[in-house]
């Protein structure tokens, strides 16, 4: 071997003794971990949604940390308000964009979205004074599920599935009373969330009633006017006088079981609960209809749900970024819709998976989507409005004067969203 | 003077320190941030009282402040006499008295998030199993925790269920540490039990009994978890405890300068109820 090729081999050895040392710690730098507060929904809906973003992201890993429904607002506050960068991603309640980018726990994500991909009312959830601050990650459509065994029993003719014929809700409390037997904990109709405004706010809509000021500040005058005045009494009813809601069922994951158990004729759910309840109760034989309405009023369903957020002091943008962008993309959605069917807000989806939409189910909530749907509230202090609210009308379950009760909780809207003015 | 003065010092240092960091700076941050607010981007903003006479103007706090004050005039003597019954009842050695004395602790093994949780289920109105068992014996259904009548009687019996046990092992040990002899005494000059209770055990519990009335007040003024778990304040604000309220304001309304107002509030109702019980237990001139 002459010199010139004894120093190249040289060379050579050198250079792949330098490359093996260094490519361990190259290759470390190069994989991110993002930290990620998630809702606490079961493994089987989340982690394969995770492990797909990983599979197709190698250098980026996510620690994933899943929180109760009940507690996941109150622990996301302690975290953010640390002003870290801890979490670098976490779930945002639509209602609840403007209470976090107000405070400044949102990023921008407009430069990341293409709004074009989105549905109208996904993107309004979204945005605060102009500007994206969330990612649409679903949306969500309540209908009214019934169990066909129970009317069958009791010789009622259960509701149509067409919104045209949709049920107000003088007819579910008058075929609640004929299917209810409270001695024997057996019940005619309950809401799914049965303290939350998201599910009740629809009921005083109904009647024309405006849940706050278009600013978004004032609750008084609005939340406690006439019309939710008469629309939980209403309720109220359902618990007090007529009997045919059991009383106290505030786990919205209790109150799917009491219907899949037959224990109640009709649940008013979410589209997310048709696939529980067929997992869970395969033997039960139940039916889809649209959300009901007051006889004098206009039908009104809710909507609004998940979407993420980044932390905008995350040091890790670039990562973040790959986050928005590939979790929103086409593919991604058509698995978190098949792990978790909410609403999709990516228009493709309703066009790549058309054949599932096709049932009663699906046809209802795209209709209500085009002509009923209403979103909560706009506010930056939707936080303290929807804590307020839930707790009033979980106290009208018990009974006691509805126009007091929300007077009193208006006063305490006002006071709390005075600090937004 | 003693060379090594210190001595006590060195060791009680470690304490002082975690007493320090762990409660008494705690207690100096609170009542300092009680006096500023928050501006929505994080900032703090000194207001001065503006926290408490928002408070006292606000018909709310008053009614919790009643609910709170209602709750704690039930819960700490009846939980003192429960705790004093129950260590009256295993004081003797009897038979069986190991195991009863094990069972009356068990549910001071249970964490009170865990209790609450528990409870919350068992009395559930529509599915618990209390309700099953009262249909199934023919008794009317019960709301529990759902009736604004019967919600703090309940969380007073859950508290009680729980701490009952806990403040026993300390009157047990009061009990326990009196002479026999002075209970033979009494015996022999014809005192009847009851004598022997009023006029021997009672005033020489003082102590213990002070401590744990003291020591029981605090623990209730500061119950949050069964009310958080179970009613969140309600029905109708029947379990609206002042903890609860503090952590409303600070978690829920994103209102810490008023959380901070209403803790330095309760440190204080606490401190003046415990002066009033210990004077209350003082022992009597020239007693032991």
């Known amino acids: ?421 | 003077m003693n060379a090594r003065w210190w001595v006590p010092f060195a060791f009680l240092a470690p304490a002082l320190v975690g007493l320090a960091i762990f409660r008494f700076a705690p207690i100096v941050i609170a009542a300092v941030g009680s006096l500023f607010g928050t501006t929505l981007r994080g900032e703090s903003v000194f207001l001065g009282l503006r926290n408490y006479t928002e408070l006292f103007a606000d018909p709310s706090f008053w009614s919790t402040v009643s609910t709170t004050l209602i709750f704690n005039l039930i819960i700490n003597p009846f939980q003192v006499v429960c705790a004093m019954g129950l260590a009256l009842l295993v004081e003797r050695p009897t038979r069986f008295v190991h195991i009863f004395r094990a069972s009356f602790l068990l549910p001071m093994t249970v964490s009170i998030a865990l209790t609450s949780i528990i409870w919350a289920i068992m009395l559930d109105p529509t599915l618990g199993p209390v309700n099953g068992f009262l249909r199934w014996a023919g008794l009317p259904a019960q709301r529990f925790f759902r009736s604004p009548d019967q919600a703090l009687g309940t969380l007073i019996l859950v508290a009680t269920w729980k701490g009952a046990g806990y403040w026993m092992v300390f009157l047990l040990a009061g009990l326990l540490s009196i002479p026999k002899d002075l209970y033979e005494s009494a015996a022999i000059d014809g005192a009847t039990g009851w004598q022997r209770f009023w006029r021997l055990t009672l005033p020489l519990m003082r102590r213990p009994l002070a401590f744990v009335l003291v020591a029981d007040t605090a623990a209730n003024f500061l119950l949050f978890a069964p009310v958080y778990i179970i009613t969140n304040g309600g029905p109708n604000g029947a379990t609206q405890l002042l903890m609860f309220e503090a952590y409303q304001a600070a978690f829920a309304h994103l209102n810490h300068g008023r959380s901070l107002a209403i803790s330095t509030i309760i440190l204080a109702i606490i401190l003046a109820i415990a002066v009033v019980e210990l004077r209350l237990f003082r022992p009597a001139e020239g007693s032991a």
Not at chain 1, 254 to 263: A, V
């Open chain 1, 1 to 421: 071997m002459n010199d010139l090729a004894r120093r190249r081999l040289l060379q050579g050895g050198l250079a792949a003794g330098a490359l093996a040392a260094v490519r361990p710690s190259a290759l470390a730098q190069q994989t991110t971990t993002l930290k990620v507060v998630w809702m606490g929904w079961p493994d089987n809906q989340v982690l394969p949604l995770m492990a797909e973003f990983e599979k197709r992201n190698p250098t980026i890993k996510l620690s994933v940390e899943r929180m109760p429904f009940s507690q996941l607002f109150q622990a996301l506050e302690v975290r953010l308000n640390a002003r870290s960068g801890d979490p670098d991603i976490f779930i945002v309640d639509s209602p609840l964009t403007a209470s976090y980018a107000a405070r400044g726990h949102l990023m921008e994500l407009d430069s990341l979205i293409d709004n074009n991909r989105f549905s109208a009312g996904g993107l309004a959830a979204a945005r605060f004074n102009g500007k994206l601050y969330s990612a649409p990650f679903g949306s969500s459509m309540q209908v009214l599920y019934y169990n066909k065994a129970m009317f069958k029993a009791a010789g009622i003719e259960p509701p149509a599935p067409e919104p045209a014929k949709r049920w107000t809700w003088e007819q579910v409390v008058e075929a609640g009373r004929k299917l209810a037997k409270p001695a024997e904990n057996i019940w005619g109709f309950t809401f799914e969330q049965q303290e939350r405004p998201y599910q009740l706010l629809p009921l005083g809509q109904s009647l024309g009633g405006k849940a706050l000021s278009d600013d978004g500040l004032k609750a008084t005058g609005f939340i406690d006017g006439p019309a939710f005045v008469e629309a939980f009494t209403f309720m109220q009813k359902m618990y007090t006088e007529w009997k045919i809601s059991p009383p106290g069922q505030f786990d919205p994951a209790l109150t799917p079981e009491l219907f899949g158990s037959g224990k109640c004729a009709m649940l008013l759910g979410g589209t997310f609960v048709y696939d529980t309840l067929k997992s869970k109760f395969p033997n039960l034989d139940f039916g889809v209809a649209p959300h009901p309405y007051f006889a004098k009023g206009k039908p009104v369903t809710p909507t609004g749900a998940w979407h993420f957020g980044v932390n905008p002091r995350s040091t890790q943008k670039a990562a973040t970024a790959q986050f928005v962008r590939d979790m929103l993309s086409d593919d991604m959605n058509v698995t978190w819709f098949k792990l978790r069917p909410y609403v999709p807000t990516v228009k493709a989806v309703w066009q790549r998976e058309a054949a599932l939409f096709n049932t009663d189910l699906w046809r209802i909530a795209q209709s209500e989507l085009d002509s009923t749907a209403l979103p909560r509230p706009a506010t930056p202090g939707f936080r303290e409005y929807e804590d307020i609210l839930r707790v009033t009308l979980r106290d009208l379950q018990a009974g006691g004067n509805v126009a007091q009760a929300l007077t009193g909780a208006a006063q305490k809207m006002d006071r709390e969203l005075a600090k937004y003015k």
